[in-house]
T-cell receptor, first 114, second 112 residues
């Protein structure tokens, strides 16, 4: 079964550093998402991406965050200057074009900001 | 703002028991509702998606129901097995926006 792939599985960085989290969505999907889950808290929506542009973003997704689809297969989340509170599990997801498509999630990148 | 609540937060049952997990949401204008399974350190796996016009969906031993007017959904697991042990999350999609709002989950343990 096709799956969403995320790399790396774990990322440790120093506060203030830039990080890039990478994802390969399912190949025929058109909608791409980033969610995050801080330890012990709910899964939170960050951003959705369609047709090479952001379609929705949450209040969390401020100017420190950006997303990109640099080629036909990868989807990245960049955090420009990491803060301690950015420590979380970051999940990439993708879905097909229909209005009632299931979301398929990757296994996540655990980001630890020291 | 949509709020999603799941009760109970944790549940422990002996193998073979049938069980019900509950999800409630504050804004009934949902587009659809999904139930996910999350295993420790892993991603989320979509189990069932119920469209707003549907009352229930079934997949194997799982049955999810939706009552939009009361803002409730239930996930029924029949004949539970130790392999069902995981955290179960419900998530709603509101209107034309594609973002999902998640509940905090129910951590299920099925004892052999």
């Amino acid at each position: 079964e096709p799956e969403v792939t995320q790399t790396p599985s774990h990322q440790v960085t120093q506060m203030g550093q830039e990080v890039i989290l990478r994802c390969v969505p399912i190949s025929n999907h058109l909608y791409f998402y980033w969610y995050r889950q801080i330890l012990g808290q709910k899964v939170e929506f960050l951003v959705s991406f369609y047709n090479n542009e952001i379609s929705e973003k949450s209040e969390i997704f401020d100017d420190q965050f950006s997303v990109e689809r640099p080629d036909g297969s990868n989807f990245t989340l960049k955090i420009r200057s990491t803060k301690l509170e950015d420590s979380a599990m970051y999940f990439c997801a993708s879905s097909g074009p229909g209005p009632n498509e299931k979301l398929f999630f990757g296994s996540g990148t655990q980001l630890s900001v020291l | 703002k949509q709020e999603v609540t799941q009760i109970p937060a944790a549940l422990s049952v002996p193998e073979g028991e049938n069980l019900v997990l509950n999800c409630s949401f504050t804004d009934s204008a949902i587009y659809n509702l999904q139930w996910f399974r999350q295993d420790p350190g892993k991603g989320l796996t979509s189990l069932l998606l119920i469209q707003s016009s549907q009352r229930e969906q079934t997949s194997g031993r799982l049955n999810a129901s939706l009552d939009k007017s009361s803002g409730r959904s239930t996930l029924y697991i029949a004949a539970s097995q130790p392999g069902d042990s995981a955290t179960y999350l419900c998530a709603v999609r509101v209107g034309s926006a594609r973002q999902l709002t998640f509940g905090s989950g129910t951590q299920l343990t099925v004892l052999p």
